[in-house]
Structures are given as structure tokens and as C-alpha cells.
């Protein structure tokens, strides 16, 4: 691949990743393709779902599929910043205080049940993620591109756990969930264990570190027209004043919102986004960016249900709007 890949290139190594990731994890194609498009939008994902589910299996082999750095830190209780950090240990050899790097030096990071740890040790992940950069005893360490974290949640055990605050949850650009397989994926699973004949497996590297950088690059040329991105403004603000939510999606949810979108319309083989496109990544941009009003959780009201009819009440544009200029000609 050049060193300025086309968004047809970017298209078929992303078709490549996600056959790759595909031969560990079985049966999960659209949540992979919403982990994939995080990935080359530059954000971060929250994996959040059972346990058993493949969240670990997932991170591990995008590591491999994008020949890019991988580390995993067990969030614990009694988990430390510079756990994640690193710190200054004194070298009786030299006399001197030398830096050792923590986990967070890499370029994909595990965060495993990140909501098991205390808030200071999630703040110390929360720079990290925001600014690209950590800080240790005054001194400014700057992370290596690509970085990204792709962190799992359990949302269902809550003793010992401490939920991520609002503003933790923002800078997460899409959160998704795998769910349960069907019985002939579960099999399927079965089968390819018994073929392996060893637990461990693994995926071949379809691109490495430069590489997966310059596709990022490529997908911000996607073409956005006016109309789609107004969509995506509209969908956001419509949080902002819907009756069962006591808050709404920041501007930064309007922003996820575009960025996920071209990253899936390149996946999906396009070099233009359309409403459609915006539409499927709604759900894992808008979900954990809303509150809903504690007394209608009792009646079964989730932040799902209110995008699901955000969704259907917000007109999606015309297709005859984008086809003046990105040439859209409906799903």
C-alpha cells in the first residue's frame, strides 16, 4: 500500500481485518465493523457486555489483524496510576531516578473491567485517551501513534465497581455490544476448538503501525455533504430536549456521530457517507452519551429505546439532497 492509500485500498485491507479478526471471533461481523470503524475514526471504544462474549478475544486480534502494539492492564481496586503510567524508580547503579514505562506505553490497550477500578486510576486513563500524552511527577511523556484503547465493562456485576462518570464515558467515541451468539456461531465456535486443538489462537497481521496511521488518514477524506452532516446535528440536539432524558449528547456526540459514519462508509466500500451510515453507528455513538430519567427506568425505559425514536421521529435527509454532490442514490 502507498504511502497515501486510496478509500478503495482502505476499503479492501478493512474487508481483509475484519475476515482476519472474523477467524477468532465468530458470528459478531457488524459489532466488529463498529469496533473497526472506532478504530480508524482515531477514537476509542467501550466494549461492554456479559462476560464470555469475545471483548478480550476482539482487542487481542485487531492487535494482530493491525500489526500494531498490544497491552493489557487488569483494572483491579487496588489498581495505581502508575500502574497504568509507570513511574521514576531510583537505579543504584547510576544514582539516578530513571522513567519505567506502565502498560499505557503501547499502541492498543486492553482495559479490562475498567469500571473496577477507583476514579483516580480512571483519570489517569482519561488523559491518556484525551490528550495523547500522560503525566508523571511534573514531567509530560507523549504517547506513540497510533494509540487507542479499547476498554470491556460488565453491566451486570455493580459491587466493587465504580461507574465511569459522564465526562470518562464522553471520551469514548462509540461504545458496543456483542451479545450472545446464535446456536450455529456457538457450534461453529465449538468446532474450530476442535480443529485447533489448543486454546490459544491467533490472526495473521494484514497491515502494521504506518500502514493503519495512513489509512486513518485516507478516511478523512471521506466525503461529508452538508445535508448528512446537518443530520447529524439534528440527532444530537434532539437528545438535548427529549422528555425522558434528563441530558443530552454534547456537540461531541454530533461530532462521533460524522466521524464514526465515514470510517463505516469507507468499510462499507463507499467514499461518501450517507443518512443510512449515520443511522448505524447511532446507536453506539448516542447510547452512553444520554441519562435517562431515573423514575422511568421502572417502565423499562433505556437510553436504546430513546435513540431507536429519535431516530424515527428526525427526517432523514432526501436522497435527491446528496445526490448533488456525493452522488447518493439511497440505501
Known amino acids: 500500500m502507498s504511502d497515501t492509500p486510496t478509500l478503495r485500498e482502505v476499503a479492501d485491507l478493512s474487508a481483509q481485518i475484519l475476515s482476519a479478526v472474523e477467524r477468532a471471533v465468530v458470528g459478531k461481523r457488524e459489532s466488529l465493523e463498529l469496533v473497526l470503524a472506532g478504530l480508524l475514526s482515531g477514537g476509542h471504544v467501550l466494549m461492554e457486555d456479559f462476560p464470555g462474549l469475545g471483548k478480550t ?91 487507542h484503547v479499547l476498554a470491556t465493562a460488565n453491566p451486570v456485576e455493580y459491587e466493587g465497581t ?34 485447533r486443538r489448543q486454546e490459544a ?33 439534528r440527532l444530537a440536539a434532539a437528545t438535548r430536549s427529549h422528555a425522558s432524558l434528563v441530558l443530552g449528547a454534547s456537540p461531541r456526540g454530533s461530532l462521533a456521530l460524522m466521524l464514526a459514519s465515514r470510517a463505516y462508509a469507507v468499510i462499507r466500500g463507499r467514499d461518501y457517507v450517507t443518512p443510512e451510515d449515520v443511522k448505524a453507528v447511532a446507536h453506539a455513538a448516542l447510547d452512553h452519551r444520554v441519562t435517562v430519567r431515573p423514575e422511568l427506568w421502572i417502565n423499562d425505559v433505556t437510553a436504546e429505546s430513546v435513540i431507536s425514536s429519535i431516530l424515527s421521529s428526525v427526517p432523514t435527509p432526501s436522497p435527491t439532497e446528496g445526490e448533488r454532490r456525493t452522488g447518493y442514490e439511497g440505501p
Not at 138 to 143: D, I, R, V, Y
Not at 167 to 195: C, H, K, M, N, T
Open 201 to 233: 489462537q491467533t490472526v495473521p497481521a494484514i497491515t502494521d503501525a504506518a500502514g493503519f496511521v495512513a489509512m486513518q488518514r485516507a478516511v478523512e477524506t471521506v466525503t461529508v455533504d452538508e445535508s448528512v452532516g446537518r443530520y447529524c446535528v
Open 162 to 195: 465504580y461507574p465511569l462518570p459522564e465526562a470518562q464515558l464522553d471520551r469514548f467515541l462509540l461504545r458496543v455490544s456483542f451479545g450472545y451468539p446464535g446456536a450455529a456461531d456457538e457450534w461453529e465456535v465449538l468446532r474450530r476448538r476442535i480443529d
Open 57 to 147: 478475544l476482539a482487542a487481542r486480534s485487531f492487535a494482530q489483524a493491525l500489526g500494531i502494539d498490544f497491552a493489557r492492564a487488569q483494572f483491579t481496586p487496588d489498581l495505581l496510576p502508575s500502574d497504568l503510567t509507570g513511574a521514576f524508580i531510583y537505579d543504584q547503579r547510576t544514582h539516578e531516578f530513571v522513567f519505567r514505562r506502565g502498560p499505557l506505553f503501547t499502541q492498543l490497550l486492553l482495559a479490562d473491567e475498567i469500571n473496577r477500578t477507583p476514579p483516580k486510576t480512571q483519570a489517569a486513563l482519561l488523559e491518556a485517551m484525551q490528550e495523547g500524552q500522560i503525566t508523571v511527577e511534573g514531567e509530560t511523556f507523549t504517547l506513540e501513534r497510533p494509540f
